[in-house]
Nanobody
Framework: QVQFVASGGGLVQPGGSLRLSCAAS????????MAWYRQVTGKEGGWVAS???????NTADAVKRRFTISRDNDKDTVYLQMNGLKPEDAAVYYC????????WGQGTQVTVSS
């Protein structure tokens, strides 16, 4: 059974950094496109960034030049390096496939506050 387990969230001050990890289990990690998404309670969730198996990347304008997605296929893991965090980046972050057809795990909470 496929599972995506996100981790690495926490409380950080504005301007700080976090590195999120998404470990995939239950399958051979050959999903073409993996992506990060974020959800704020009461608001529509949003796509953050995606990466394909060849390393091709797309990033949402709101986080471009601050967030970087990467993947390690040998470790079945996708990462999201977040720099220059802003209060509006606070959300629960999830990973899933590029077309969102995988299971939604528990996500990892990112809080940005001074």
């Amino acid at each position: 059974q496929v599972q995506f387990v996100a981790s690495g969230g926490g409380l950080v001050q504005p301007g700080g950094s976090l590195r999120l990890s998404c470990a995939a289990s239950g399958l051979i990690f050959r999903i073409d496109i993996m992506a990060w998404y974020r959800q704020v309670t009461g608001k529509e969730g949003g796509w953050v960034a995606s990466i394909n198996t060849k390393g091709g990347i797309n990033t949402a304008d709101a986080v471009k030049r601050r967030f970087t997605i990467s993947r390690d296929n040998d470790k079945d893991t996708v990462y999201l390096q977040m720099n220059g965090l802003k209060p509006e980046d606070a959300a629960v972050y999830y990973c899933n496939t590029g077309n969102q057809n995988g299971p939604w795990g528990q996500g990892t909470q990112v809080t940005v506050s001074s």
